[in-house]
């Protein structure tokens, strides 16, 4: 079953503020395009396994139904929820960030 991502503006806030980063303090355009190339893999490897992941272990966000992908080759990943045949992605974070008490 493949599922329809749909990213939310929250999220799209969360792309924006890394690539805003990125640009802005490592001043790397080639890190831009790694990274929204990653981005993309993401959204259609979620595409294909929305469903399948394991739901997250905090007790709060498992309850909200959330699940985790990681990029594949960058230390972001994408929080997400399945409804029906839709993945939405509410959150994006990087490793190092406390994303447990920002999705409370």
Do not use: W
């Not at 960058?74 to 929820?81: D, G």
């Not at 045949?85 to 409370?104: G, R, T």
């Amino acid at each position: 079953m493949d599922y329809k991502v749909v990213v939310t503006g929250d999220a799209e806030t969360d792309l924006d503020n890394f690539i805003k980063y990125l640009i802005m303090e490592k001043g790397s355009l080639q890190a831009v395009k790694n990274v929204l190339d990653d981005y993309d893999a993401t959204i259609e490897t979620l595409k294909r396994v929305a469903g399948s992941l394991k739901l997250c272990d905090n007790p709060k966000l498992y309850k909200l139904g959330y699940r985790r992908i990681n990029f594949l080759n960058h230390r972001y990943f994408m929080m997400y929820r399945v409804e029906g045949n839709m993945a939405i992605v509410d959150n994006i974070f990087h490793d190092l960030q406390d994303y447990e008490s920002k999705m409370h």
